[in-house]
T-cell receptor, first 117, second 112 residues
C-alpha cells in the first residue's frame, strides 16, 4: 500500500460528459502529480501541484483541469470527454517540491480507469 | 521525444535467468529512478541512483549509471514468475515544464 488513494477505481461514461477524479496523497506529502497512461502513449505527465500551487504543466489538454486543496487532496477534472480520453489516470505524491533538484521517489495510487463510450 | 527510453521493449526469459533492461536519456540528470508496474496497477518505486553513483544494489536488483553515455541498466538476478511486470526508468527534468519523465517501459515476462 503506497498510502495514495484514488477514487473512483473505475468509471464508465459517454462522450461529451464531465468527470472528476480524486486523489489523496500520502500523509505529509505536499506534491501531487497526475499522469495519464494509455496503450499507445505510455505514461504521460499531466500536471504537478505543490502545497496548493501549480508547479509544472505537461501535456494536459485544455479540456482538463486540476487543483490541489488546502487539505492537499487533488482533483483532476476532465470535460467534453472523447473516446481517446479512455485511459488509466494515476496520481502520485512526493515529499519533494519537484524540479531538477528533486531526488524524492514518487508514490503512486492504483489509478482510476476511465472508459469513454 | 522521450527523455528516457527503455530497451528492449519486451523481454521473455525463463525463471532463474537474469534479466537486463536498459534506459537511455537525453539531458543531464541528478538522479535516475526505476519503477515496476504490475498489469493495470500503480507504479512501485524500486531504486534510485544518484548522478555521482555508478552502481547500486537492492536485493536481487542491480542498477548501473553511466552519465557519460547517458544510460542506465537494471539487472534482475535469479528472476521469478512474480517479477513479470513492466519496468520504467524515470528522470527528473525541467524539459517542457515536466518534473518526472517516464520512458515507455520494458515488458518483462518470466516463464515458469
Amino acid at each position: 500500500d503506497s498510502g495514495v488513494t484514488q477514487t473512483p477505481k473505475h468509471l464508465i461514461t459517454a462522450t461529451g460528459q464531465r468527470v472528476t477524479l480524486r486523489c489523496s496523497p500520502r500523509s505529509g506529502d505536499l506534491s501531487v502529480y497526475w499522469y495519464q497512461q494509455s496503450l499507445d502513449q505510455g505514461l504521460q505527465f499531466l500536471i504537478h501541484y505543490y502545497n496548493g500551487e501549480e508547479r509544472a504543466k505537461g501535456n494536459i489538454l485544455e479540456r482538463f483541469s486540476a487543483q490541489q486543496f488546502p487539505d492537499l487532496h487533488s482533483e483532476l477534472n476532465l470535460s467534453s470527454l472523447e473516446l481517446g480520453d479512455s485511459a488509466l489516470y494515476f496520481c502520485a505524491s512526493s515529499s519533494g517540491a519537484g524540479g531538477r533538484g528533486n531526488t524524492g521517489e514518487l508514490f503512486f495510487g492504483e489509478g482510476s480507469r476511465l472508459t469513454v463510450l | 521525444s522521450q527523455q528516457g527510453e527503455e530497451d528492449p521493449q519486451a523481454l521473455s526469459i525463463q525463471e532463474g535467468e537474469n534479466a537486463t533492461m536498459n534506459c537511455s536519456y537525453k539531458t543531464s540528470i541528478n538522479n535516475l529512478q526505476w519503477y515496476r508496474q504490475n498489469s493495470g496497477r500503480g507504479l512501485v518505486h524500486l531504486i534510485l541512483i544518484r548522478s555521482n553513483e555508478r552502481e547500486k544494489h537492492s536485493g536481487r536488483l542491480r542498477v548501473t549509471l553511466d552519465t557519460s553515455k547517458k544510460s542506465s541498466s537494471l539487472l534482475i538476478t535469479a528472476s521469478r514468475a512474480a517479477d513479470t511486470a513492466s519496468y520504467f526508468c524515470a528522470t527528473p527534468t525541467w524539459d517542457y515544464g515536466q518534473n518526472f519523465v517516464f520512458g515507455p517501459g520494458t515488458r518483462l515476462s518470466v516463464l515458469p
